[in-house]
């Protein structure tokens, strides 16, 4: 982690309260560091490469989703 | 038997069995599932990760070969525009290109809104998606999502998960008929029956999730139903005898015994 500061992110829906300065931080603070999850930030698809390079500050929203089971 | 590949979107498949990944009752059972079923393309949905839970696998650390043609849906999205961006993001994967245009028009029947799919099948096609839309049995709006481009068309037998089978035969052959681009019929199907005469009538290919995965086995009936698919297949390319009103001997009279 680089520059983290305390920043208040709207994540999947829900308010958190969280130490973060870039989306990575906020992928490693949900413990999904190296799982298959894509990113939305504010409405944009962020690709893997992009995450390191986004920082984050309050007020953000962020979108982490995934595959699951479906027809 | 002569090359029988069923090709969409510039890629050749064997199997004309699509399956989807949902309601299995563990990954082990889905696995062997969709080894029986001889399936090479796999659906599934795009959804929120659980952030109280994420040991809660996603589904894909279960299913390892990447030889799958992945086709993600847009499910849970009422409109064209929530369509796209479920679309977007499960492209962002980097996993596929293909998407199931799935757009409900109300959680009591499931049925697809098909201005909405319309919409959505334009728009998406437009930014370079292999769009295979879920739609009703309406031979009409199935041109039209095969005119906006629509790499194949996948009409409902019966609404998700019924199990009806096949409730409107008349339209499903007659859209069989005018269509240019594959037909897959996607949703309501409850056994192998309802497949072999699915395929009896010209479909290039079955989607079917609940029928498997809800079944007492579901890796024996994923293998049944792979038996439908290839019968159902077989007795269409043969051309079946025509209806008659009366009998007709298997052996003429004329040399009979006792004439």
Not at chain 2, 20 to 30: A, E, S
Not at chain 2, 227 to 254: D, F, M, N
């Amino acid at each position: 982690m680089g520059n983290t500061h305390s920043v208040k992110l709207k994540v999947n829906g829900v308010m958190q309260s969280l130490q973060a300065g870039t989306v990575q931080d906020v992928i490693a603070h949900f413990g999904l560091t190296g799982k298959p999850v894509i990113v939305e930030a504010d409405g944009v698809i962020l690709t893997p490469e992009q995450w390191a390079d986004t920082t984050v500050s309050s007020g953000m929203v962020i979108e982490l989703v995934h595959f699951v089971g479906g027809g | 038997m002569r090359d029988d590949a069923l090709r969409i979107g510039g890629r050749s498949l064997s199997s004309r069995f699509f399956i989807g990944t949902g309601l299995f009752p563990n990954p082990f059972v889905q696995k062997e599932a969709i080894k029986a079923s001889g399936a090479e393309v796999l659906t599934f949905a795009i959804r929120r990760i659980n952030l109280d839970a994420v040991e809660d696998d996603s589904i894909l650390q279960h299913i390892e070969d990447d030889a799958f043609q992945y086709l993600p849906n847009t499910s849970g999205a009422s409109t064209a525009e929530e369509a796209v961006r479920i679309a977007r993001l499960a492209r962002a994967s980097g996993l596929s290109d293909w998407i199931k245009v799935e757009i409900s028009a109300d959680a009591k029947t499931l049925l697809p809104d098909p201005i909405e799919t319309l919409r959505a099948t334009e728009m998406l096609v437009k930014e370079g998606f292999t769009v295979l839309p879920y739609i009703s049995d309406d031979p009409v709006i199935c041109r039209r999502l095969e005119e906006a481009g629509a790499a194949a068309i996948m009409p409902g037998a019966a609404p998700i998960g019924t199990g009806l089978g096949i409730l409107n035969p008349y339209n499903l052959g007659l859209i069989v008929e005018e269509a240019g681009v594959p037909v897959i019929v996607d949703a309501g199907l409850g056994t192998a029956s309802d497949v072999t005469k699915a395929m009896e009538l010209g479909v290039d290919g079955v989607l079917m999730n609940t029928p498997v995965a809800k079944a007492k086995d579901p890796v024996m009936m994923a293998a049944a139903m792979k038996h439908a698919i290839e019968a159902g297949r077989l007795a269409y390319l043969s051309g079946r005898i025509a209806r008659k009103k009366y009998a007709s001997a298997s052996s003429g009279l004329e040399q009979f015994i006792l004439k």
